[in-house]
């Protein structure tokens, strides 16, 4: 079982920056899978961004590619999204999701196990 914990949600500008955390723990593997998920209102969630458990390949969603990156730290156990260049159109509540499998994917399929969600609101 695993216990997920993200942070860093907030209000901001359009242009401006933020930094979400996530923290999967509870199992020894080391080896967790892990994403980031967004929803908005009245639409489909959606996979943001993904990471292999050991940092090396990344995939993200077309409409965020050049301004947000995800990042693992030394542990393997915390995941980040640096968020640049916001945008009013990323307004939503960003979930992170893990497995103990070391899985990779961005369909919510892969993941069984995920966070409260944390409020990213970008205004114009």
């Known amino acids: 079982q695993l216990q997920v914990v993200e942070s860093g949600g907030g209000l901001v500008q359009a242009g401006g920056s933020l930094r979400l955390s996530c923290t999967a723990s509870?199992?020894?593997?080391?080896?967790?899978?892990m994403a980031w998920f967004r929803q908005a209102p009245r639409k489909n969630g959606e996979g943001v961004s993904c990471?292999?458990?050991?940092?090396?390949?990344?995939a993200y969603i077309d409409s965020v590619k050049g301004r947000f990156t995800i990042s693992r730290d030394n542990a393997k156990s915390t995941l980040h999204l640096q968020m640049n260049s916001l945008q009013p159109e990323d307004t939503a509540i960003y979930y992170c999701?893990?497995?103990?499998?070391?899985?990779?994917?961005?369909?919510?399929?892969?993941?069984?196990?995920w966070g409260q969600g944390t409020q990213v609101t970008v205004s114009s």
């Open positions: 990471i292999t458990w050991n940092g090396g390949n990344t």
């Open positions: 509870g199992s020894p593997s080391g080896t967790y899978a």
């Open positions: 999701a893990a497995d103990e499998r070391p899985g990779y994917g961005l369909s919510p399929r892969v993941y069984n196990y």
